[in-house]
């Protein structure tokens, strides 16, 4: 019995126990916070108007948008712009006599044949040596091997006869059978006179990088400060800028140019160039061609068919070959196949002033049966000079 009242005491202070610790636990439970509220949310104060002091805005009277002016839409706003200046009209310098003023840019170049033939025909004996040297001069000149052959001929017969011995009588002796290779007697003047009324048309061919289309605007130049009217005809439609770069040349004499869409048909910018310059009264047509290599038959195919376009609107009276004096013996190889293509009437010059090879003049008019016309000696806009025989060999052998 004792054990079981014993027993009772036991769980009755156990149970005292655990109901004290979990009541301790309940109390020191914080409660959970009670919900947040709203904030004031305090509206800022008005921007305030010039002059006004920051308080609450007042009340304004506001427009409605039928009280509002708004533009006519029937009438757009047109906005002028200032009219584009036209270019400044250049006045080319004058043709005749340009040779001889160029003669100095020529001679610088041009003068170590002249002195190297006269130094070798200055020596005391006139031995074969001596006469092979001059043949080696000319030769590396670009005369030609028969022209060259002619010259010492000619020259041996005459030193001989004469006894010439000084360096004056050797410089006239020389002077004298250079202009006769040179030939003075051909005809040089572009022909651009027609008899009938119509434009006088000069076409211009050549292969590349010979400075066609700069050539084509300088001869506009020429053209005009003779005195002439000038269309030109941008016909290069292969080159990108060829025609801007002609347009150019055009604008700054005052000539009108007629060009087409960049790789167009050349032949159909030629014919309008003629038919237009037909109804503007024009006094010559000029034509650029592009650029063709002398290798590709199909490219002088179709320069020949330009040519061939061109002559239904008006004759041709000009076919200028433009070639680059630097080529030398490679520039005969070009003449002869353009000549069989477009029959050349006359040949162009160009970079004369940078090359010693001056005797391509007398070798290409050899080649071809046709003159030298016009040479280029420069940069300049008026640097092209019409070829004149006894200027250019006063250059050669200088005073």
Same mark, same amino acid.
């Given at each position: 019995?004792?054990?079981?009242?014993?027993?009772?005491?036991?769980?009755?202070?156990?149970?005292?126990?655990?109901?004290?610790?979990?009541?301790?636990?309940?109390?020191?439970?914080?409660?959970?916070?009670?919900?947040?509220?709203?904030?004031?949310?305090?509206?800022?104060?008005?921007?305030?108007?010039?002059?006004?002091?920051?308080?609450?805005?007042?009340?304004?009277?506001?427009?409605?948008?039928?009280?509002?002016?708004?533009?006519?839409?029937?009438?757009?706003?047109?906005?002028?712009?200032?009219?584009?200046?036209?270019?400044?009209?250049?006045?080319?310098?004058?043709?005749?006599?340009?040779?001889? +003023? @160029? /003669?100095? %840019?020529?001679?610088?170049?041009?003068?170590?044949?002249?002195?190297? $033939?006269?130094? #070798? !025909?200055?020596? &005391?004996?006139?031995?074969?040596?001596?006469?092979?040297?001059?043949?080696?001069?000319?030769?590396?000149?670009?005369?030609?091997?028969?022209?060259?052959?002619?010259?010492?001929? +000619? @020259? /041996?017969? %005459?030193?001989?006869?004469?006894?010439?011995?000084?360096?004056?009588? $050797?410089?006239? #002796? !020389?002077?004298? &059978?250079?202009?006769?290779?040179?030939d003075p007697t051909m005809d040089r003047t572009v022909r651009t006179e027609t008899g009938t009324g119509g434009p006088g048309v000069v076409m211009v061919v050549g292969v590349n990088g010979t400075g066609k289309t700069t050539t084509t605007g300088k001869l506009a130049r020429v053209l005009v400060a003779d005195g002439n009217t000038v269309v030109l005809g941008a016909a290069d439609t292969f080159r990108a800028a060829a025609a801007d770069q002609l347009q150019t040349w055009g604008e700054r004499v005052g000539a009108h140019t007629v060009r087409g869409?960049?790789?167009?048909?050349?032949?159909?910018?030629?014919?309008?160039?003629?038919?237009?310059?037909?109804?503007?009264?024009?006094?010559?047509?000029?034509?650029?061609?592009?650029?063709?290599?002398?290798?590709?038959?199909?490219?002088?195919?179709?320069?020949?068919?330009?040519?061939?376009?061109?002559?239904?609107?008006?004759?041709?009276?000009?076919?200028?070959?433009?070639?680059?004096?630097?080529?030398?013996?490679?520039?005969?190889?070009?003449?002869?196949?353009?000549?069989?293509?477009?029959?050349?009437?006359?040949?162009?010059?160009?970079?004369?002033?940078?090359?010693?090879?001056?005797?391509?003049?007398?070798?290409?008019?050899?080649?071809?049966?046709?003159?030298?016309?016009?040479?280029?000696?420069?940069?300049?806009?008026?640097?092209?000079?019409?070829?004149?025989?006894?200027?250019?060999?006063?250059?050669?052998?200088?005073?």
């Amino acid at each position: 019995m004792d054990i079981v009242i014993l027993a009772v005491v036991i769980a009755v202070v156990v149970f005292g126990v655990l109901g004290g610790l979990i009541v301790g636990s309940r109390r020191r439970k914080q409660p959970p916070p009670p919900p947040p509220t709203a904030p004031d949310i305090t509206a800022p104060p008005a921007e305030p108007h010039v002059g006004d002091e920051a308080e609450t805005p007042r009340e304004e009277p506001r427009r409605t948008i039928e009280e509002v002016d708004l533009p006519d839409g029937s009438a757009p706003v047109v906005v002028e712009e200032p009219p584009a200046e036209a270019p400044a009209i250049e006045i080319p310098e004058p043709t005749a006599g340009r040779l001889v +003023r @160029l /003669r100095a %840019r020529l001679s610088r170049s041009q003068n170590a044949l002249g002195k190297g $033939l006269l130094v #070798l !025909l200055s020596r &005391e004996h006139l031995d074969e040596d001596t006469w092979e040297e001059v043949e080696d001069t000319l030769l590396t000149a670009d005369v030609g091997v028969q022209p060259t052959q002619e010259l010492v001929e +000619r @020259l /041996r017969e %005459r030193v001989k006869v004469l006894g010439t011995r000084t360096p004056a009588e $050797l410089r006239g #002796l !020389l002077r004298e &059978e250079l202009v006769t290779l040179v030939d003075p007697t051909m005809d040089r003047t572009v022909r651009t006179e027609t008899g009938t009324g119509g434009p006088g048309v000069v076409m211009v061919v050549g292969v590349n990088g010979t400075g066609k289309t700069t050539t084509t605007g300088k001869l506009a130049r020429v053209l005009v400060a003779d005195g002439n009217t000038v269309v030109l005809g941008a016909a290069d439609t292969f080159r990108a800028a060829a025609a801007d770069q002609l347009q150019t040349w055009g604008e700054r004499v005052g000539a009108h140019t007629v060009r087409g869409p960049e790789g167009g048909d050349p032949a159909s910018v030629a014919f309008d160039a003629v038919k237009e310059g037909k109804e503007m009264g024009a006094g010559v047509v000029l034509i650029d061609t592009a650029g063709r290599l002398h290798t590709k038959t199909g490219l002088m195919d179709e320069l020949g068919k330009v040519k061939r376009v061109v002559e239904k609107q008006a004759p041709l009276d000009e076919v200028l070959l433009v070639l680059d004096a630097t080529t030398g013996q490679n520039g005969l190889v070009q003449a002869r196949v353009f000549a069989e293509v477009v029959d050349i009437t006359g040949i162009v010059l160009t970079k004369l002033d940078g090359t010693a090879k001056g005797g391509i003049v007398i070798a290409v008019q050899r080649e071809l049966g046709v003159p030298v016309k016009l040479i280029g000696l420069g940069e300049g806009a008026d640097d092209l000079a019409p070829f004149e025989p006894e200027a250019f060999v006063d250059a050669l052998i200088g005073e």
